[in-house]
């Protein structure tokens, strides 16, 4: 990392407090096997994620083999015979389906070849015939026997994603569209006829579907007909009524739905406001759910057993590392998969957030998690966005937060207009023109902050990834002054380069939010922090993985160059093998260090009276 800086004449750096300990690893991604007596799971704590297979009663795990590459996703296909795993080869955006027996033999590739990249719907019943996609130009509905490798391509068109076939084969239902407009279409296997399911609202996004009891229905995750997205059933026989509603809330979103085998029971992930997680199953003939105590604040990655008696979730909290917990159905109660200590599973001390409520300029309400450091205020603060923009920040696990606390800098995490979990109307409010206002509300949250005594003056910085480092780069050129430093991670910097140099079916996704690259192209200029990037003066550090593709690591050189070209302190660190992603806990600790020690030295620092 090349570094060009110099700490103002009055101001000198404060002590820095002792380094905090390496994270620990994190456990995600269960698959638990047929009969639920085993779980395989991708773990981090060896350096790269992997494949780890634990006996639900056994004190240790077997890593399974499996080549260099990280894997960010596993799944145990019905038959017991088969793990499908997702590679992400280079840390890239573009990732590969391998299959390996359980006991780790006969591992080989089964999909995304070449420039495609693959995803695993899931498997067929009883058998080893996997449900793919397979995205480039055009996404790819495909077929993939395990066993033979045998292929069969169902459908191809733009923006095209295969979520399930129904038991008896003759159906596949597909998703298509950019993102936050996106919709179901039943493909009739033998003839290649379509039709979409549901009504066109005009409004919101259908992004998660399947196949009900027998194939008769379809399932389906919505917000085209509230607010809030709720889960919705289509009767395939009669497909011109109205969907049925089956479960919604007026206060929660619906966030993930796992379904059981015979498709008659359902775990669902229901997303509060602020972000934390609750856990209900639900019988989906009566709507009836029963409440699950969710073992962390954020709770994702919800899988039934085939034999539906166990159901597998991954728990996180501020201080609670992201790990697999298993979960009964019959007595609904959850217990840890790997057996350690309370004191083994937590990541060491940390601070639980604060959620703060608060006003955008133009009155929109926004919320955020604010960390505070011990001891009365003010601080140094760092204002942190994250990525999307259609995500939310929430209360998990986030070493760097804990890291920046520790060093006296407290963080607020705003979820400003844009971000995910607050109705479709907030999610949608940032796109095309509606950027200037998220672009504003982080402005917003910084006058909050020095409004209200958390912030110190001068002393105020911003830190984010992907569409949080291009938030980092467009506030600091459309507010100067307001910010002292700030972090840009894999941000774009220039809308026009972004559309040129992206993966096709990503600027294809990306028209609906963004704008589209010819018909917005003035729209899209101004909004690109590059047209303003003279009036960014305040030392910026840019992090990107070198095979980044997603964003293209180019958005983050021509902003150095820009800002050498000027003499404004920067620092630029590219990590090799990394793609959007930073996988491998080295580099990812790599770029937790750098983030921490740029903004404690240009935050975290005490006037001194000269002379």
């Not at 919709?183 to 290649?192: F, I, N, Q, Y």
Request: proline share 8%; hydrophobic share 40%.
């Amino acid at each position: 990392m090349s570094v060009r800086t110099e700490v103002p004449r009055r101001l000198r750096p404060a002590r820095n407090r002792p380094a905090a300990t390496p994270p620990p690893g994190q456990d995600f991604a269960p698959a638990p096997s047929p009969d639920g007596r085993r779980v395989a799971y991708v773990s981090d704590r060896a350096g790269t994620p992997a494949v780890w297979v634990r006996d639900v009663d056994a004190p240790e795990a077997v890593a399974l083999p499996g080549g260099d590459e990280p894997v960010l996703a596993v799944s145990w296909s019905p038959d017991g015979q088969w793990l499908a795993c997702v590679v992400a080869p280079g840390g890239a955006p573009r990732t590969e389906l391998w299959v390996l027996h359980p006991d780790g033999t006969q591992r080989r590739q089964v999909a995304g070849f070449g420039r495609r990249s693959a995803s695993l719907a899931g498997w067929l019943p009883g058998g080893a015939l996997m449900a793919v996609t397979e995205t480039a130009e055009r996404g790819a509905a495909v077929l993939v026997d395990a066993g033979t490798g045998h292929r069969r391509v169902l459908a191809e068109d733009d923006l095209l994603t295969l979520l399930d076939v129904s038991p008896d084969g003759s159906s596949a239902l597909l998703r298509r569209g950019p993102r936050n407009a996106r919709w179901l279409e039943l493909l009739d296997v033998a003839t290649g006829d379509r039709v979409r399911l549901l009504p066109d609202t005009g409004r919101g996004s259908t992004d998660q579907g399947w196949f009900g009891p027998g194939g008769t229905s379809v399932l389906a995750r919505t917000d085209a007909f509230s607010e809030l997205a709720a889960l919705v059933r289509v009767d395939l026989a009669r497909p011109t009524l109205a969907p049925t509603r089956v479960a919604a809330r007026p206060d929660a979103e619906l966030e993930c739905v796992a379904l059981d085998a015979p498709r008659e029971r359902a775990a669902l992930l229901w997303n509060t406001y602020g972000g934390r997680s609750e856990l209900s199953l639900c019988d989906l003939a009566s709507g009836v759910q029963r409440a699950v105590t969710a073992p962390g604040e954020v709770l994702g990655d919800a899988v039934f057993a085939e034999d539906g008696e166990l159901l597998c979730v991954t728990a996180q909290g501020p201080v609670q590392p992201r790990e697999v917990w298993l979960v009964d159905p019959a007595t609904s109660t959850p217990r840890p998969l790997r057996p350690d200590t309370d004191a083994e599973r937590t990541g060491g001390a940390g601070v639980a957030p604060q959620l703060v409520d608060l006003r955008a300029h133009d009155g929109t309400p926004l919320s955020g998690w604010l960390y505070r450091p011990a001891g009365p205020g003010p601080w140094p603060t760092a204002i942190s966005l994250h990525g999307g923009p259609e995500a939310q920040e929430r209360p998990g696990y986030n070493p760097l937060f804990q890291a920046l606390v520790a060093q006296g800098i407290a963080v607020f995490a705003p979820n400003v207009r844009g971000s995910s979990g607050f109705g479709r109307s907030f999610v949608a409010a940032d796109n095309l023109a509606g950027r200037y206002g998220a672009i504003a509300d982080v402005a917003a949250c910084a006058e909050h902050l020095l409004d209200s005594g958390v912030a110190i003056p001068g002393h105020l910085g911003c830190l984010g990834r992907s569409y949080g480092g291009y938030l980092v780069l467009a506030v600091l050129v459309n507010f100067p002054g307001l910010f002292a430093a700030g972090v840009a991670e894999c941000g774009i910097s220039d809308f026009r380069t972004f559309y040129a140099n992206t993966e096709p079916w990503i600027a294809a996704a990306a028209v609906s939010k963004y704008g589209d690259p010819v018909r917005d192209a003035e729209l899209l200029r101004d909004l690109s922090p590059m047209t303003r990037i003279d009036q960014l003066d305040v030392p910026v550090l840019l992090i990107h993985g070198a095979n980044d593709t997603n964003v293209p690591a180019g958005e983050s050189v021509q902003v150095a160059r820009a800002l050498a070209a000027r003499d404004v302190p920067h620092g630029h660190l590219v990590l090799a093998g990394e793609g959007h992603d930073f996988l491998a806990r080295d580099n990812a600790e790599a770029a937790r260090t750098a983030t921490t020690s740029w903004l404690t030295r240009h935050l975290a620092t005490t006037v001194i009276t000269l002379g």
